[in-house]
């Protein structure tokens, strides 16, 4: 059994007003507030990231405050985007890199990845780092050349007093949204591959505390089979965390997991 505290991240995506913001923030923290077996995170749409911070700090949560993406760049001519120091400036705390929506839809490179990665740590805050092959890829047998690839890319650079602040999250494209699903011991084999790999780069030590947590289409009914999994280390979760009991249900698997 792993001594790795869960980390559950709750991804809100381009979902949620001012008003189900806020009330989705309070439903959370009202169902896990007896909760700290797991740790949390939730990653509001930017224009709600101060409300929900504000929530969060009023009702004395220690649920923590993500952010979805970011920009490598400090400041400068670059309309549209959101740097590291206004992500901090708003209470952010961990910040998501290379989800693949932003690899597969947006079209973010491993270096444009890696940059961002830079960001985050060297303001820092935390970083999850995202990977995870397509169903295309899964089919022709690249699932393992394409998560080292993106692992190996992502912590191009990154020190080892850096990783500590590192959770890789696993996010089988093929499986979020499609109707397919990864069963416990397909998770497990890539995790537990992830974990090899972080040991080279690195070494033993950091990979055994490095988190690597799942994100691909969890919901209540099969959180707990997958976080039972020894290198699982808790999720990233989509559509389910935008329902509160739900969203607590998947904690509360995670928190379960360990002893």
């Known amino acids: 059994m792993s001594h790795r505290k869960p980390l559950v991240g709750g991804n809100w995506k381009m979902n949620t007003d001012r008003t189900t913001s806020a009330d ?19 990653f ?49 705390q961990v910040v998501l890199a290379g989800h693949s929506e932003r690899r597969h839809v947006i079209g973010e490179t491993d270096e444009q990845v890696n940059a961002k990665v830079h960001a985050v740590l060297d303001a820092g805050l935390d970083c999850v780092l995202c990977v995870g092959e397509t169903l295309e890829q899964r089919e022709a047998g690249h699932t393992d050349p ?24 696993y996010e089988p ?3 979020i949204g499609t109707g397919k ?28 505390r490095m988190r690597i947590i799942y994100g691909g289409s969890l919901k209540p009914d099969n959180a707990a089979g997958i976080f039972n999994e020894p290198d699982v280390d808790g999720g990233l979760v989509g559509g389910a965390s935008l329902k509160v009991e739900d969203f607590a249900g998947i904690v509360r698997a995670a928190a379960a997991s360990r002893p």
């Open 24 to 42: 989705l923030t309070r439903g959370v923290v009202d169902a896990l507030k007896v909760q700290t077996d797991a740790e949390v995170v939730v």
């Open 44 to 92: 509001p749409p930017f224009p709600y990231l101060l409300s929900v911070r504000a929530i969060l700090r009023d009702r004395g949560s220690n649920i923590r405050l993500g952010a979805q993406d970011v920009y490598h760049k400090p400041d400068g001519a670059f309309t549209g985007e959101v740097s590291v120091s206004m992500l901090k400036d708003c209470g952010v």
């Open 146 to 169: 394409v998560n080292q690839r993106q692992v190996r890319a992502g912590l191009a650079e990154v020190t080892g007093d850096m990783i500590e602040r590192v959770t890789i999250a």
């Open 173 to 175: 494209v093929w499986a």
């Open 181 to 208: 699903n990864a069963n416990p011991s397909d998770a497990q084999d890539v995790h537990a591959k992830i974990r090899k790999l972080v040991a080279h780069l690195f070494n033993q030590d950091i990979a055994e």
